[in-house]
């Protein structure tokens, strides 16, 4: 299982992945959380706020921290952590991990805290930051201005890795548009 883990998060710096709420992963989640709340009761409100963004976007997410233990002992950590950063963390089966989608970013590099999801067409401008992705179609005329800014984000992250985006593809065996997370549908116009 470890090698399987490291394999999903090989060259990635954030692990986050997602678990739709219409899963039954997601109820397992939602444990941890009661759990948690009922020992520390002052941050209530706080998962409560959580688990209503979760909702508003349709999934979960999780940070997969680290792997510990040997053999048939193995702890696979994990984090939820809320908008003020107040960390969970606890054990999942690795199973789960394994089978779950990866988030493209962090939760408020992708706004997924923000209670205003703006869904109207923007009279935006790509502004003149020197970022081109070669494509003969005008980027202010595909994206949202937040859809720009996460797309000029991921091409960054590209370059720091210095990887092309064909390789990255391969890497994660070719693009699977099917499974394109909803907070990215959302976000293409």
């Known amino acids: 299982m470890k090698k399987l883990i490291d394999k999903k998060f090989e060259n990635i710096s954030h692990k986050w992945f997602f678990i739709e709420i219409d899963s039954k992963n997601f109820n397992i989640i939602k444990e941890k959380?009661?759990?948690?709340?009922?020992?520390?009761?002052?941050?209530?409100?706080?998962?409560?706020?959580?688990?209503?963004?979760?909702k508003r976007n349709g999934f979960a997410w999780i940070k997969f921290i680290k792997y510990q233990g040997r053999n048939e002992d193995i702890n696979f950590i994990c984090q939820l952590i809320t908008e003020n950063d107040i960390k969970l963390e606890f054990n999942l089966d690795a199973k789960i991990i394994i089978e779950s989608e990866l988030l493209d970013g962090t939760p408020k590099s992708l706004n997924l805290f923000s209670d205003k999801i703006n869904k109207k067409k923007n009279n935006w401008k790509k502004p003149d930051?020197?970022?081109?992705?070669?494509?003969?179609?005008?980027?202010?005329?595909?994206?949202?201005?937040?859809?720009?800014?996460?797309?000029?984000?991921?091409?960054?992250?590209?370059?720091?890795?210095?990887?092309?985006?064909?390789?990255?593809?391969?890497?994660?065996?070719?693009p699977n548009w099917q499974k394109l997370p909803h907070h990215l549908k959302d976000l293409i116009n």
């Open 33 to 54: 959380i009661i759990i948690f709340v009922n020992e520390n009761y002052n941050l209530k409100d706080e998962f409560k706020n959580l688990i209503t963004h979760f």
């Open 129 to 174: 930051d020197g970022f081109n992705d070669n494509f003969s179609i005008p980027i202010d005329e595909e994206l949202t201005e937040q859809g720009y800014l996460l797309y000029k984000d991921f091409h960054q992250e590209l370059k720091n890795k210095n990887i092309t985006l064909e390789q990255w593809h391969n890497q994660r065996g070719g």
